[in-house]
């Protein structure tokens, strides 16, 4: 077990969105958070991915990541409606 906070995805989407914004570059208007997705558990990691991003600019993807590995060491997540397909990790 660990000791992570819970959330739903809807609520942790908008934490790690909002970082995202503030984060990517002034010129890429075009690229968003990829969306929480719930996952099996593996081991200790989270229960949780991020679906595939639907504009793949390397340096957004790179601040993605980022904010996907230090967000998936604080929070799980819950959703009684979930479906772990097309989750993946960045």
């Known amino acids: 077990m660990t000791d992570r906070t819970t959330l739903t995805?809807?609520?942790?989407?908008?934490?790690?969105?909002?970082?995202f914004q503030e984060s990517r570059?002034?010129?890429?208007?075009?690229?968003?958070?990829?969306?929480?997705?719930v996952k099996e558990s593996e081991g200790a990691g989270p229960n949780w991915g991020l679906e595939?991003?639907?504009r793949r600019c390397t340096e957004c993807a790179a601040i993605a990541a980022?904010?996907?590995?230090?967000?998936?060491?604080l929070y799980d997540?819950?959703?009684?409606?979930?479906?772990?397909?097309?989750?993946t990790s960045p």
Do not use: K, N, W
């Open 9 to 19: 995805p809807g609520r942790l989407y908008a934490q790690m969105s909002v970082e």
């Open 52 to 54: 595939a991003p639907l």
């Open 66 to 73: 980022r904010i996907f590995e230090r967000y998936s060491a």
């Open 77 to 87: 997540v819950r959703d009684p409606t979930h479906s772990a397909a097309g989750c």
């Open 25 to 37: 570059a002034r010129s890429c208007i075009g690229c968003i958070m990829p969306m929480v997705c």
